[in-house]
């Protein structure tokens, strides 16, 4: 099956009535089809934005034109059919969907209606996360839980009683109290995100098939037949609404019941609040859209209803959703897109990088028009070809990835991608590498220019040798012109030279020769990490300087010796001796340093890190410093012989936390890391600062 046409469907007098209910059958055949892959088969064909995208378009075309209405559309149901696997349950109350805000102005119009029906100037609303995970309906008779049931088609679900006992934060049964003789509470079943990168692991290890997001590694974990595979997995769940409550009468608001659920030992979110009118409600969603990344489930956007129950039954129901309640939903994180093309890119060690040229696509608030795909393994495990629909997600500031291609939608003149045999840019052979994987061109930075670009944007960047100025168009015209060859030309540039550049004023021309001076008095670190050897990082470049002291220490040390010093091992070792043992790089060195380039030695330093205050301590840095830059903060502690990481992880023994720490130090707070304030650093680290 192919979608006959993208984008809006643009429904207009000028459309005759019979394409229309072609349309209207085909959008009805799509949604149905996708609801049964979503609702029943766990494994959806396309993004949620898409669905609700063809939706909307029935939904308006069914609004416009009546006579078109028929009592099974797929906008009158809800959720998919029922797998047979499981018994059927009749839900005592329906379980509806919700309507969805996707605007500002929609949840404006949202609370203006309720104003009006209530006669009151702006409504108030519980508002609530909006979980993404499954429905689910949990009955409990005498305190007893009795049944568990999806949603299935929203009137009769799937008996999963069995799988949800299996739940371990869901009481089996309510506490020594008071309590309703028949309560039915409705909730979401979640699988946290860690516990879904560690499921889809071991389904990798085990050859198994991976799930593609959290919502449907939770719906195939709970449908199982066998309960104890459903015990093995970690699920949640969070209760969200009282549908029944017999024998005993609970709080007259939505936000009261939910407290009162969370006493009764059901398990309660407690980010939720109550807000009035539409301030409230987009304050609310701003806070959330702000955490929505730290958060350790997925939610697809905030849920607001009307608060008190009294209200909510005179505003009562349309066909299949409440009146009383709106689904704001964050902008889509997925998208369908064309792949217009693949180029491969070279970068600075040479490695061969494909990456997908997009059809422009909104997405996670950006429009994205590429995406690496990585290496030709990732290519071949997400199947794209150029000319496929894929998926494309973009989640907080992650950079866009393809999460699969569609392949129902691969058109006939789709072509698979074909590494080439040689360097893009300069026609070198290329050579895969051990890793069986990486595919890199044998130019090196004397023949190819791609990476004699990058090697110099690598060497004047603000870590290395931190010339300002020189960016990127400005080294592409100096390689390109052939004005210089080699990081060490730079230095010998003059006047003239700089101003024979496209763009160039004389006064800018002057900064960057300053600048280039300013560059000249350095440190080893800072000129072993500026000269891109392979593995060797900004830390390896400060422990290998401190522990040799000088640069000829380092050029003539063994892979052995290399070996010795902690943190290196036979990889960066290996990759340290091949560029000294390379002519062109012993070369291009002394040329750097007979163009002036000067740091200061420490002769037959051969320090050992133990020797340090910092040695053996991993710190991570978080939030803003006030006296310092965080590179200030990290040369400090490198200086003292600690190593300084990105990420928080077992390892690290030590987390700097200046202004506005977030995800990092709430991960320490959970390892138990000690956690220093700027203050604590700056005496930590004090006696080394004169
Ligand atoms: S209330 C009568 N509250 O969203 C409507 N639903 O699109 C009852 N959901 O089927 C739904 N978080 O699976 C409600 N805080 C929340 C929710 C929530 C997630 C799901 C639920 C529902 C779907 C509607």
């Given at each position: 099956?192919r979608?006959?046409?993208?984008?809006?469907?643009?429904?207009?007098?000028?459309?005759?009535?019979?394409?229309?209910?072609?349309?209207v059958?085909?959008?009805?055949?799509?949604?149905?089809?996708?609801a049964?892959?979503?609702?029943?088969?766990?494994?959806p064909?396309?993004?949620?934005?898409?669905?609700?995208?063809?939706?909307?378009?029935?939904?308006?075309?069914?609004?416009?034109?009546?006579?078109?209405?028929?009592?099974?559309?797929?906008?009158?149901?809800?959720?998919?059919?029922?797998?047979?696997?499981?018994?059927?349950?009749?839900?005592?109350?329906?379980?509806?969907?919700?309507?969805?805000?996707?605007?500002?102005?929609?949840?404006?119009?949202?609370?203006?209606?309720?104003?009006?029906?209530?006669?009151?100037?702006?409504?108030?609303?519980?508002?609530?996360?909006?979980?993404?995970?499954?429905?689910?309906?949990?009955?409990?008779?005498?305190?007893?839980l009795?049944?568990?049931?999806?949603?299935?088609?929203?009137?009769?679900?799937?008996?999963?009683?069995?799988?949800?006992?299996?739940?371990?934060?869901?009481?089996?049964?309510?506490?020594?109290?008071?309590?309703?003789?028949?309560?039915?509470?409705?909730?979401?079943v979640?699988?946290f995100?860690?516990?879904?990168?560690?499921?889809?692991?071991?389904?990798?290890?085990?050859?198994?098939?991976?799930f593609?997001?959290?919502?449907?590694?939770?719906?195939?974990?709970?449908?199982?037949?066998?309960?104890?595979?459903?015990?093995?997995?970690?699920?949640?769940?969070?209760?969200?609404?009282?549908?029944?409550?017999?024998?005993?009468?609970?709080?007259?608001?939505?936000?009261?019941?939910?407290?009162?659920?969370?006493?009764?030992?059901?398990?309660?979110?407690?980010?939720?609040?109550v807000v009035?009118?539409?301030?409230?409600?987009?304050?609310?969603?701003?806070?959330?859209?702000?955490?929505?990344e730290?958060?350790?489930?997925?939610?697809?956007g905030?849920?607001?209803?009307?608060?008190?129950?009294?209200?909510?039954?005179?505003?009562?129901?349309?066909?299949?959703?409440?009146?009383?309640?709106?689904?704001?939903?964050?902008?889509?994180?997925?998208a369908?897109?064309?792949?217009?093309?693949?180029?491969?890119?070279v970068?600075?060690?040479?490695?061969?990088?494909?990456?997908?040229?997009?059809?422009?696509?909104?997405?996670?608030?950006?429009?994205?028009?590429?995406?690496?795909?990585?290496?030709?393994?990732?290519?071949?495990?997400?199947?794209?070809?150029?000319?496929?629909?894929?998926?494309?997600?973009?989640?907080?500031?992650?950079?866009?990835?393809?999460?699969?291609?569609?392949?129902?939608?691969?058109?006939?003149?789709?072509?698979?991608?074909?590494?080439?045999?040689?360097?893009?840019?300069?026609?070198a052979?290329?050579?895969?590498?051990?890793?069986?994987?990486?595919v890199?061109?044998?130019?090196?930075?004397?023949?190819?220019?791609?990476?004699?670009?990058?090697?110099?944007q690598?060497?004047?960047?603000?870590?290395?040798?931190?010339?300002?100025?020189?960016?990127?168009?400005?080294?592409?015209?100096?390689?390109?012109?052939?004005?210089?060859?080699?990081?060490?030309?730079?230095?010998?540039?003059?006047?003239?030279?700089?101003?024979?550049?496209?763009?160039?004023?004389?006064?800018?021309?002057?900064?960057?020769?300053?600048?280039?001076?300013?560059?000249?008095?350095?440190?080893?670190?800072?000129?072993?990490?500026?000269?891109?050897?392979?593995?060797?990082?900004e830390?390896?470049?400060?422990?290998?300087?401190d522990?040799?002291?000088?640069?000829?220490?380092?050029?003539?040390?063994?892979?052995?010796?290399l070996?010795?010093?902690?943190?290196?091992?036979?990889?960066?070792?290996?990759?340290?001796?091949?560029?000294?043992?390379?002519?062109?790089?012993?070369?291009?060195?002394?040329?750097?340093?007979?163009?002036?380039?000067?740091w200061?030695?420490?002769?037959?330093?051969?320090?050992?890190?133990?020797?340090?205050?910092?040695?053996?301590?991993?710190?991570?840095?978080?939030?803003?410093?006030?006296?310092?830059?965080?590179e200030?903060?990290?040369?400090?502690?490198?200086?003292?012989?600690?190593?300084?990481?990105?990420?928080?992880?077992?390892?690290?023994?030590?987390?700097?936390?200046?202004?506005?720490?977030?995800?990092?130090?709430?991960?320490?707070?959970?390892?138990?890391?000690?956690?220093?304030?700027?203050?604590?650093?700056?005496?930590?680290?004090?006696?080394d600062?004169?």
């Amino acid at each position: 099956m192919r979608y006959r046409r993208k984008g809006k469907f643009p429904v207009s007098q000028t459309i005759c009535e019979r394409n229309l209910r072609g349309r209207v059958a085909w959008l009805r055949k799509e949604l149905n089809r996708h609801a049964h892959a979503y609702h029943t088969l766990d494994a959806p064909l396309i993004p949620d934005a898409e669905y609700d995208r063809l939706f909307r378009e029935l939904q308006r075309i069914e609004e416009r034109y009546p006579a078109l209405l028929v009592s099974d559309s797929p906008t009158h149901r809800v959720g998919g059919g029922l797998l047979s696997r499981f018994e059927p349950v009749r839900h005592a109350i329906p379980m509806r969907s919700l309507q969805n805000a996707l605007s500002p102005a929609e949840v404006e119009a949202f609370d203006r209606r309720i104003a009006e029906s209530l006669a009151v100037s702006e409504g108030v609303y519980s508002a609530e996360l909006k979980f993404d995970g499954l429905a689910v309906s949990l009955r409990y008779e005498d305190g007893n839980l009795i049944r568990a049931a999806t949603r299935g088609d929203g009137l009769a679900g799937e008996d999963v009683t069995a799988n949800i006992r299996a739940i371990r934060g869901i009481p089996p049964y309510l506490p020594d109290m008071p309590v309703p003789s028949v309560l039915e509470v409705r909730g979401e079943v979640l699988m946290f995100k860690a516990d879904f990168v560690r499921l889809n692991e071991q389904q990798r290890r085990e050859g198994l098939k991976e799930f593609s997001n959290p919502r449907n590694a939770a719906a195939g974990s709970l449908r199982q037949k066998d309960a104890r595979i459903t015990a093995k997995r970690a699920l949640h769940f969070f209760a969200y609404s009282v549908a029944l409550a017999e024998g005993l009468a609970l709080p007259p608001t939505q936000s009261d019941t939910l407290g009162c659920l969370k006493g009764l030992g059901i398990p309660v979110c407690d980010r939720h609040r109550v807000v009035r009118g539409v301030s409230g409600m987009m304050g609310f969603f701003q806070d959330v859209q702000a955490e929505r990344e730290q958060l350790p489930y997925e939610i697809d956007g905030v849920v607001y209803k009307v608060d008190a129950f009294q209200e909510q039954d005179k505003l009562g129901f349309l066909s299949r959703v409440p009146r009383f309640a709106v689904a704001h939903k964050f902008a889509p994180q997925e998208a369908l897109t064309k792949v217009l093309g693949i180029d491969v890119q070279v970068g600075r060690t040479g490695v061969l990088t494909p990456v997908a040229r997009l059809q422009a696509i909104f997405v996670g608030g950006v429009t994205v028009t590429n995406a690496t795909l990585h290496n030709e393994d990732e290519i071949r495990r997400k199947d794209v070809w150029i000319g496929d629909t894929v998926i494309v997600r973009r989640a907080g500031d992650v950079i866009p990835e393809i999460l699969a291609s569609v392949s129902e939608r691969r058109p006939k003149d789709a072509r698979p991608f074909v590494m080439p045999q040689e360097c893009p840019v300069c026609g070198a052979p290329v050579a895969r590498e051990e890793d069986g994987i990486a595919v890199r061109c044998s130019g090196g930075w004397m023949r190819c220019a791609a990476q004699k670009k990058s090697g110099l944007q690598h060497f004047v960047s603000r870590k290395a040798m931190d010339v300002e100025g020189l960016g990127e168009q400005l080294i592409e015209q100096l390689v390109d012109k052939g004005v210089i060859n080699n990081v060490s030309d730079l230095y010998r540039l003059d006047m003239d030279g700089w101003c024979s550049l496209a763009r160039m004023a004389e006064k800018s021309a002057r900064n960057i020769m300053e600048a280039l001076q300013r560059s000249r008095q350095t440190t080893l670190a800072r000129f072993l990490y500026a000269l891109g050897i392979r593995h060797v990082g900004e830390s390896t470049a400060h422990t290998l300087a401190d522990y040799f002291g000088t640069l000829t220490a380092i050029a003539g040390a063994t892979a052995a010796q290399l070996c010795e010093v902690t943190d290196v091992g036979p990889v960066v070792a290996a990759s340290v001796r091949a560029f000294w043992d390379n002519p062109d790089n012993v070369r291009l060195v002394e040329a750097l340093k007979s163009g002036g380039i000067t740091w200061e030695e420490r002769a037959g330093a051969r320090q050992d890190d133990a020797v340090l205050p910092l040695s053996g301590r991993v710190f991570v840095l978080t939030g803003t410093l006030e006296s310092m830059t965080r590179e200030d903060a990290a040369e400090r502690i490198q200086r003292m012989g600690g190593r300084v990481s990105g990420v928080v992880s077992a390892r690290t023994t030590d987390v700097v936390a200046g202004q506005n720490a977030g995800s990092k130090l709430r991960k320490a707070e959970q390892l138990g890391i000690a956690i220093l304030g700027e203050s604590d650093f700056l005496q930590l680290t004090h006696h080394d600062q004169n």
